[in-house]
């Protein structure tokens, strides 16, 4: 069985870090595109960060830019474990953060489908991140 198993939520005080992590299990994910995504209560759930499978480019919403650092393990790695460092949090950040897969060769370019959540294939069943002011 495929899965995403993310961990490191908790609670903070604003200006605070966490460091989420995404443990892929059941097949290896080094080949797939990876995103991270929040949702807070009565919202859309947003885009946060992404990372190609190559672990290059990386791609941030405008709101974490700066704060938000994602990454990954490299493909030699079996786990292939993604990160979200958390810096400077704010408690407009308190969400369930939740982090994705998306299997390369599909269309459109992981670059424009990157922040669709529709475009994505797995998904983990989330982590509690809260932020106290």
């Known amino acids: 069985q495929v899965q995403l198993v993310e961990s490191g939520g908790g609670l903070v005080q604003a200006g605070d870090s966490l460091r989420l992590s995404c443990a892929p299990s059941?097949?290896?994910?080094?080949?797939?595109?990876m995103g991270w995504f929040r949702q807070a209560p009565g919202r859309e759930r947003e885009f946060v960060a992404a990372?190609?499978?190559?672990?290059?480019?990386?791609?941030?919403?405008d709101s974490v830019k700066g704060r938000f650092t994602i990454s990954r393990e490299n493909a030699e790695n079996a786990k292939n474990t993604v990160y979200l460092q958390m810096n400077s949090l704010k408690p407009e950040d308190t969400a369930v953060y939740y982090c994705?897969?998306?299997?390369?060769?599909?269309?459109?370019?992981?670059?424009?489908?990157?922040?669709?959540?529709?475009?994505?294939?797995?998904w983990g069943q989330g982590t509690q991140v809260t932020v106290s002011s």
């Open positions: 994705a897969a998306r299997s390369r060769g599909r269309t459109p370019v992981f670059a424009d489908a990157k922040a669709r959540a529709n475009e994505y294939d797995f």
């Open positions: 990372i190609a499978w190559t672990g290059i480019l990386t791609y941030y919403a």
């Open positions: 059941g097949r290896t994910f080094a080949t797939y595109a």
